[in-house]
């Protein structure tokens, strides 16, 4: 983990010298400083003012020369630790756009986020924090035993000698804390997918005033985390003073023994004074580089979970060598095609075979859970079918270039989603560089223009995150003026007005009629009236196709579409 935390700051080599070449200068003019203690007792003994003066402005260009490499080495482990962060975050961002969807369908959409953000936070915390103390600790460490063993080696030996239990306690701590760290950050994660589930779907839960509800389950998530919080807290304030203590105890046994030789004639009272000071000086090494421990723990356990969501491999991979169809006729052909999301669950789609020409209206209907929405989610390569295969104008859809040939494809859903910012944004979001009249021309054969002109700011109004504040059936024509911007070869409704008014209906099916033509249409419909015109309708049961034809010939036929057809008559 070390090791792949390490390859991103590769590309910074030049910052990263520099500033170990600043935490050198730093900790040589700790070091020199403990002398120059020992020349200051010399002097004020002797009564020498020119020493006494030589000695000050020494200890003054050493702290001058000290705060500049402070800067120095700040500066660029700040700017190192800073880049380190925005590139793991993009990379992490960049593959999450590389993985599938069915990634997403089985993770929590908070569970992502926290490991974006928490995550890569405390890993930034922990670059910043322990880059900036470990090195100049330990080279101040290392430089101040140097120059106690050339005062005198048994003092030091005396002082080394709580050395190996401060690392005992070091290294038992550490092992605790990653592991209270990972639990904490896991709990972290569940308080916001929480967090997001609840804003989400803040409309269902006033619905149905499970405010409380909410309440209590984010309450004992929080309450858990606190606890974690705690334990992370416990485990700092008591190495903290525990290692203080030892500290302290060496210390005291250095004063001891120190005496003793120079009332034996052999140390002198300044060498002890400036051992003393030496002494002084690698405590708060020792206890910072016991503290870096604890925090490169909690930055391990992230990075953890941060490489755990980089190490997933997209299920849909892109052949090495991809054939860019452009344009596409739009033919559509589903060959022996069979398909279930995880290998032990019931197969969805058994041995379909499909064929959609250019121009054609493909209806699917069927009773719900009968495999209309997978099938359609096949067509764009969302998932991959586990035998036969799908081909587009006669070539496998495997082997085409994805980026290429989803923007040919319109898709709206029945849950249309849109992004912050204006109805312009969304409208373009597939075009960006389209101008303002092919925009507003998309939005008039959608039926969108006339509302679009009603908003304040007309196109330029915002429209707030997921385009809540504009009706279903406005969202519905908004998106179908994004998928027209498109100019798509083969296009996808997945009951797309079933949740409309009949006004609203009306609105979006004359904008749908004006989008199917000339293209291959998929629709999937809950109101069998919108599909009678369809070029074929296909009967959908339990992953199977059953019938297929006309929307006459079907009812003529006495199947499954005239027993839903009645039903639905029926309740009308």
Known sequence: MQNRLIAYLMPYKKQITGAFICMIIMSLANILLIPLIGKLSEAV?????????????????????????????????SFVGHRLVADLRINVFKHLQDLSLEFFAKWRTGEVISRITNDISIVQQAIMSSVMDILPSLVTLVGVMGYLIYLNWRLTLITLLVIPLLSWIIKKFGVEMHEVSRDAQRKAADITSILQETISGVRVIKAFATEKQEIKKFSEESEKSFWLSLKQSQINVTQTPLLAFLQMLAVALVIWYGSFEVVSGRLKAADLIAFFAGVAMIADPISRLGNINSTIQQALASAERIFEVIDIKPTIVENPNPIELLPIKGKVEFKNVSFKYEQNEKGILHNVNLSANPGEIIALVGRSGAGKSTLVNLIPRFYDPQDGDIFIDGLSLKDLKLETYRKQLGIIHQEIVLFSGTIRDNIAYAKVDALDEEVEMAAKSANAHDFILELPDGYNSMIGERGIRLSGGERQRIAIARALLMNPKILIFDEATSALDSESEQKVQEAMGRLMAGRTVFIIAHRLSTVQHATKIIVLDEGQIIEEGSHDALLNAGGLYKKLYDMQFKDE
Request: charged share 5%; aromatic share 16%.
């Open 45 to 77: 003994g002797a009564k020498s003012f020119v020493m006494l003066n030589i000695v000050v402005l020494a200890a003054i260009g050493l702290y001058f020369l000290r705060g500049l490499a402070t800067y120095g080495q700040g500066y660029l482990t």
